[in-house]
């Protein structure tokens, strides 16, 4: 077996392991959280509790306390603890996550995945691409004018960016652009125009990061001695920069990115709900205050799964990227 298949095979046993750490870890989490689906031990008084959950935006995604006999039996499994542990393994193994219990049973986790996922996979793409459009650019603009008037200005609008959260920068945004200059819709679904305004919300956070890390890594290249050894033999700024000092830009970026994708993709609760898009993250945390076990184990694994995927990616092309790892892994298998 060659090395690059081994280590791809042990990535799949170390990404099998890891969720069923994450999944046990979860199952036991929610099992000891105070309340439960069928109790109302622990719970604000129930106008202070409709009260917020209005607020959120989440009223229509919790159900009411449960009081009723029948609805407690079909939403616990009255079994104990270790049955229901093995049972949810199983049910995780053959893809099956189970029915809701906000549904009464009627849905099923990945019929609500399935609905929400793509919203927020849909808002989480188009904010990766503003992000590294904006900030990569940035980024290299700022090596190449290191301390210069140009650098300075980009470094405070990138510090800004990454400062001003989301509740804030989305509500300016949906001011200037959707209210005042209506160029954009204010909330709904009803167009794919309707995505710019959340994307560009976390987009831009997300281009204040990439932009720091960028001009760190890019300038560190260029005022380092194999830039100079390279403009010695007759290397172009631009191949220097957008090939060179780029590549070696991107070798922090590949640790950042992972969580920071898996985060963009499965959906922000501030932004879906300031936007009014009906993303997973508003069923994460309805499934988390409804008590609703398989949803929240739904979510929870689904975030987990695309950040295994993505971390064995980066893994992957990591060596592609920076020789030194390439070398010492050869060093490693010899």
């Not at 209005?54 to 009255?78: I, M, N």
Request: hydrophobic share 50%; proline share 6%; net charge positive.
């Amino acid at each position: 077996m060659g090395m690059v298949a081994r280590r791809v095979a042990g990535a799949f046993l170390s990404g099998v392991v890891t969720l069923w750490a994450i999944a046990t870890g979860t199952f036991f989490l929610m099992e000891y959280a105070p309340g439960g689906p069928e109790s109302g031990e622990r719970r604000l008084p129930p106008e202070v509790e409709e009260a917020n959950l209005v607020r959120l935006g989440l009223a229509e995604w919790v159900s009411s306390p449960c009081e009723d006999g029948s609805l407690r039996c079909r939403r616990v499994e009255h079994r104990p603890m270790w049955q229901r542990y093995f049972a949810m393994l199983r049910r995780v193994a053959s893809l099956d996550l189970g029915v809701t219990y906000s549904s009464l049973g009627e849905r099923s986790v990945q019929e609500n995945l399935a609905e929400g996922l793509p919203v927020s996979a849909a808002v989480g793409g188009l904010a990766l691409l503003i992000g590294l459009g904006l900030g990569v650019p940035m980024g290299l603009l700022g090596a190449a004018r290191a301390e210069s008037g140009l650098d300075r200005v980009l470094r405070a609008m990138a510090t800004a960016l990454v400062c001003i959260p989301s509740i804030v920068l989305g509500p300016l945004l949906m001011q200037l652009f959707a209210i005042r200059l209506r160029v954009f819709p204010v909330a709904g679904m009803e167009s794919p125009v309707a995505l710019v305004l959340p994307s560009a919300t976390l987009g831009l956070i997300l281009a204040g990061v990439l932009q720091r890390m960028t001009r760190a890594g890019a300038k560190g290249f260029l005022e380092g001695p194999v830039a100079a050894n390279l403009r010695a033999r007759g290397v172009g700024e631009a191949r220097l920069m957008f090939v060179h000092a780029l590549r070696h830009a991107a070798i922090p970026m590949l640790g950042y990115l992972p969580p920071a994708v898996a985060s963009l993709l499965t959906g922000s609760l501030v932004v879906e709900t300031l936007f009014g898009l009906p993303g997973v993250a508003r069923y994460l945390v309805g499934g988390a205050l409804n008590r609703d076990h398989p949803m929240v184990m739904g979510v929870v694994l689904a975030y987990s799964a695309l950040l295994v995927v993505l971390t064995t990616l980066s893994e992957i092309l990591l060596p592609v990227l920076d020789p030194r790892v390439r070398s010492a892994r050869r060093e490693e298998a010899s």
